[in-house]
Nanobody, 117 residues
Framework: QVQLVESGGGLVQAGGSLRLSCAASGNIDSINRLGWYRQSPGKQRELVARITRSGKPNPNYADSVKGRFTISRDNAKNTVYLQMNSLKPEDTAVYYC?????????WGQGTQVTVSS
């Protein structure tokens, strides 16, 4: 079992920044990939960014966030981060942390990010 706890969401004006954190606990050694997804009302949950525990290959990003968002991880703290810069109203969503621990996947409870215009 893996537990994921997100933090760092909130309300920000367009052009602003936020950093999300996701702390993992439990069977950490079983995790081979961590990532962030988001879901806004009426839309499907979509991948934002993901990273392997080793950092190789390079992280993947959704086209809509490339150049604005950066995913990183601190294995010593069992934490993955999502630095979000130049935020846009269309980034408004609930952001979920995701862990891939074959054959299982785990989700955090989600954190709301709201970007005002």
């Amino acid at each position: 079992q893996v537990q994921l706890v997100e933090s760092g969401g909130g309300l920000v004006q367009a052009g602003g920044s936020l950093r999300l954190s996701c702390a993992a606990s439990g069977n950490i050694d079983s995790i081979n990939r961590l990532g962030w997804y988001r879901q806004s009302p009426g839309k499907q949950r979509e991948l934002v960014a993901r990273i392997t525990r080793s950092g190789k290959p390079n992280p993947n990003y959704a086209d809509s966030v490339k150049g604005r968002f950066t995913i990183s991880r601190d294995n010593a703290k069992n934490t993955v981060y999502l630095q979000m810069n130049s935020l846009k109203p269309e980034d408004t969503a609930v952001y979920y942390c995701h862990a891939h621990s074959p054959p299982y996947v785990y989700w955090g409870q989600g954190t709301q990010v709201t970007v005002s215009s």
